[in-house]
């Protein structure tokens, strides 16, 4: 199992962690995960685009009153890949841990 290189992008990195702690079916709010992540609207609109033609996120616009709001949740298989990918950075970890120190 390799690194999953849509995943591997630090900011989208950090909407999948953000997006992976949530049950199946909740959702983040744009706003919400633009204050998680620190980053403009551009850059995030962007990640979430690259993440959604992947298949990673699920993304809904709708109209709360008369508001625009954009609802983002992972699917199944995004939570798969970050689960993959994950276990990748781990198994870099541990082997990184193991080796011998060198004095």
């Given at each position: 199992?390799?690194?999953?290189?849509i995943?591997?992008?630090?900011?989208?990195?950090?909407?999948?962690?953000?997006?992976?702690?949530?049950?199946?079916?909740?959702?983040?709010?744009?706003?919400?995960?633009?204050?998680?992540?620190?980053?403009?609207?551009?850059?995030?609109?962007?990640?979430?685009?690259?993440?959604?033609?992947?298949?990673?996120?699920?993304?809904?616009?709708?109209?709360?009153?008369?508001r625009?709001?954009?609802?983002?949740?992972?699917?199944?298989?995004?939570?798969?890949?970050?689960?993959?990918?994950?276990?990748?950075?781990?198994k870099?970890?541990?082997?990184?841990?193991?080796?011998?120190?060198?004095?």
């Amino acid at each position: 199992m390799g690194a999953d290189e849509i995943i591997h992008q630090s900011t989208r990195l950090r909407i999948m962690a953000a997006l992976n702690i949530l049950e199946r079916r909740e959702t983040l709010d744009f706003s919400q995960l633009k204050a998680i992540m620190d980053v403009t609207d551009g850059n995030l609109g962007a990640h979430l685009d690259t993440l959604a033609r992947a298949g990673y996120v699920d993304i809904e616009k709708l109209f709360v009153g008369r508001r625009p709001q954009t609802r983002v949740r992972a699917t199944t298989s995004g939570r798969r890949a970050f689960r993959g990918h994950a276990a990748f950075l781990r198994k870099i970890l541990d082997h990184a841990e193991a080796a011998p120190r060198r004095k």
